[in-house]
């Protein structure tokens, strides 16, 4: 599963993500993937493989990841959490108004089937906005125009955010970062 699109998943996103480098300081990046086990509200998550990255190259990152799966004890069919979690920094123009943007994309998956979900743009609001993006049964794969449409959904959620603090002039001083999650 990994393989066949999961990988090429991040590998779509990454960029996405690292054509705003420019405009923020202070970036860190991580995909974090989570075993799952029970259900709600005893379902338990137990971190089984982390890659952190900046500017790397999109497939030296889905290579790292897979290199930690493979030395992990996830079992695909028995529930798993895949999370690109993203963090810009500080928009750099902006200086004590600055602001600083966080869009995760997750990948959950469950014995029978698979969800990718994804941030929504948010104007500041303390809550999260995620919103489901598709959803498979486990035999089935994404397929490469659903990959190009995440991955435009997720450039235009940052997008929106960013364009909606700079024509807002930014924080205000001594106010918390702007961050949907």
């Known amino acids: 599963m990994y393989d066949m699109w999961i990988g090429k998943l991040f590998e779509n996103l990454i960029p996405v993500l ?4 420019h405009l923020f300081f202070g970036m860190r990046h991580h995909i974090h993937v989570m075993e799952v086990g029970g259900q709600e509200p005893y379902r338990t998550r137990n971190s089984a493989a982390n890659v952190a ?15 930690a799966l493979e030395k992990s004890s996830v079992l695909w069919t028995s529930g798993a959490e895949l999370a690109l979690q993203p963090h810009l920094g500080s928009f750099k123009h902006l200086h ?22 994804l941030d929504d743009f948010n104007d ?3 809550k999260r ?3 489901h993006a598709c959803q498979g049964p486990y035999c089935i794969n994404l397929c490469f125009v659903q990959i190009d449409e995440i991955a435009q959904r997720y450039g235009n959620a940052i997008t929106d955010h ?20």
């Open 18 to 21: 690292q054509k705003f480098h």
């Open 162 to 181: 960013i364009e909606h603090w700079v024509a807002k002039g930014g924080m205000q001083p001594g106010s918390e970062m702007s961050s949907p999650a």
């Open 53 to 67: 990255f900046i500017a790397d190259p999109p497939g030296a990152v889905v290579h790292r990841l897979r290199d």
């Open 129 to 131: 906005k995620v919103s």
């Open 96 to 117: 004590e108004r600055a602001f600083g943007t966080v869009y995760h994309a997750e990948v959950r998956i469950d014995f029978h089937h698979w969800e990718v979900w």
């Open 124 to 126: 500041g609001d303390s």
